[in-house]
């Protein structure tokens, strides 16, 4: 069974641009989530999305959106980067929604010049 | 204060020692306790996922929560030198909009 997939593995974008990230869940699973992993700041969550809707989000700005696709693949989206963007986003899946343990992929390692 | 609080170590330890891993939190509303172990330019790969107090054994890897004193471990007997990788403790409540709380991670390095 292919676990959670995401691409591209590593985006280099400067100040300023906007990025996307894709990422493809576990068969079966429609729950995705977000994280950011900022160096010495650990998992910060960002975006939790199920059936389509966005459910929860965590403490970033609106130029951090996604959205999730009749699929359940997800996107998301970073507009007007900023240099502290640069981290690894981690996208995670589950079965339906709650608690239900959370299967990462490899993330997109996002770099900002 | 952090929600959830882990050591950063680094922890070395020769093979074949019992590693004790350790995490305490402060919100008492945690009900779900996981831990993911990330080797260097990978994803979290999920361990042990447990639900409120008790033990659970999987293998060379024993879980443990003790909600009463809001501390949670993880033992793995038998190192491994490919157990050399970052463990990180994860909590959620039943409330909680599908969002998980890490802790900082510790850095385990077994060494042959």
């Known amino acids: 069974e292919a676990g959670v997939t995401q691409s591209p593995t590593h985006l280099i974008k400067t100040r300023g641009q906007q990025a996307t990230l894709r990422c493809s869940p576990i068969?079966?699973?429609?729950?995705v989530y977000w994280y950011q992993q900022a160096l010495g700041l650990g998992l910060q969550f960002l975006l939790w999305?199920?059936?389509?809707?966005?459910?929860n989000r965590g403490n970033f700005p609106p130029r951090f959106s996604g959205r999730q696709f009749p699929n359940y693949s997800s996107e998301l989206n970073v507009n007007a980067l900023e240099l502290e963007d640069s981290a690894l986003y981690l996208c995670?899946?589950?079965?339906?929604?709650?608690?239900?343990?959370?299967?990462f992929g490899d993330g997109t390692r996002l770099s900002i010049l | 204060q952090k929600e959830v609080e882990q050591d950063p170590g680094p922890l070395s330890v020769p093979e074949g020692a019992i590693v004790s891993l350790n995490c305490t939190y402060s919100?008492?509303?945690?009900?779900?306790f996981m831990w993911y172990r990330q080797y260097s330019r990978k994803g979290p790969e999920l361990l042990m996922y447990?639900?409120?107090?008790g033990n659970k054994e999987d293998g060379r890897f024993t879980a443990q929560v003790d909600k009463s004193s809001k501390y949670i471990s993880l033992f793995i007997r038998d190192s491994q030198p490919s157990d050399s990788a970052t463990y990180l403790c994860?909590?959620?409540?039943?409330?909680?909009?599908?969002?998980?709380?890490f802790g900082q991670g510790t850095e385990l390095s077994v060494k042959p």
């Open positions: 994860a909590m959620s409540a039943t409330h909680q909009g599908g969002k998980l709380i």
């Open positions: 919100n008492s509303a945690f009900q779900y």
């Open positions: 447990t639900y409120s107090s």
């Open positions: 068969s079966g699973h429609t729950s």
């Open positions: 999305y199920d059936e389509g809707e966005e459910r």
């Open positions: 995670a899946s589950s079965l339906v929604m709650g608690n239900q343990p959370q299967h």
